[in-house]
């Protein structure tokens, strides 16, 4: 069974979605929710393998409920919007299903997701363990990263500050925010241009900034919407 949550601002779209997810055998809907912060929590209590969301939200757009996310399930969109099908698509979503869905289009999309998580499911069951740490290079050494010390790390064009916990001085070395956002844990999120955070190392959050280790690092506007998930989440 894929375990799935549906997201829709609208009482009869919602409706209509989680009858349709009710059809699908291999579908268990866990929860029905009118908003991304309400999914949030549901996603927190439950272990989601796909998600249903509509676009066009109060609060927080479904684009930036998916971009907000550390751990991303499958997606499918659900909008009465076709404009917003590439931004989706380039969020790596299953699909994306324009109101009224057809029936025969929806089950479609809900087998895509259901080769997709079996492929996924067999991909983990072949992998090795996750390491704790990664090599970098810094200058002509290798270093040894451990996932669990790093704070946060800082941006500098061609090159990277980590910095430590129980180190005054960070380490500079040669990567790529894509390389972390890409290749490190999912707990690694990034908060602005120029900041990936751990998020396990947070010891406070405000308005403009997130604070580790008595340090405020900035956070952009374009990466609130991920940090007030992120507190909703664990509320």
């Known amino acids: 069974m894929i375990n799935c949550i549906a997201i829709d601002d ?3 779209a919602l409706s209509l979605l989680a009858d349709n997810i009710s059809k699908i055998p291999f579908l268990n809907l866990q929860a029905a ?15 989601i393998d796909l998600i249903f969301v509509d676009i066009q939200m109060p609060g927080m757009t479904g684009l930036q409920f998916i971009n907000s996310l550390i751990k991303k ?18 969020l790596n979503v299953v699909d994306y299903l324009t109101k009224p869905v ?8 809900c087998n895509k ?5 079996e492929l996924k499911a067999l991909k983990y069951a072949l992998s090795p363990p996750a390491l704790n740490y990664t090599y970098i290079n810094a200058g002509y050494t290798v270093v040894k990263i ?9 941006g500098l064009r061609d090159y990277v500050k980590i910095y430590f916990t129980g180190h005054k001085k960070p380490a500079i070395v040669r990567l790529s925010f894509k390389n972390v956002e890409q290749k ?9 241009k120029s900041f990936f955070i751990n998020a396990q190392k947070i010891e406070a959050i405000n308005k403009t900034a997130v604070i580790i280790n008595e340090k405020e ?11 007030t998930a992120l507190i909703q989440s664990n509320s």
């Open 10 to 12: 609208e009482p009869l």
């Open 102 to 109: 057809p029936m025969d289009r929806f089950m479609q999309a």
């Open 217 to 227: 690092i900035p956070i952009g506007e374009a990466y609130r919407a991920a940090v």
């Open 33 to 47: 929710c009118d908003d991304g912060f309400s999914a949030n929590k549901a996603m927190q209590e439950n272990d």
């Open 184 to 192: 490190w844990p999912s707990h690694f999120m990034r908060i602005h």
């Open 73 to 90: 399930p499958l997606v499918i969109i659900v909008s009465a919007y076709k404009q917003y099908a590439l931004d989706g698509f380039a």
């Open 146 to 154: 451990t996932f669990d010390e790093v704070l946060y790390l800082e």
């Open 113 to 117: 997701a259901k080769e997709l998580a």
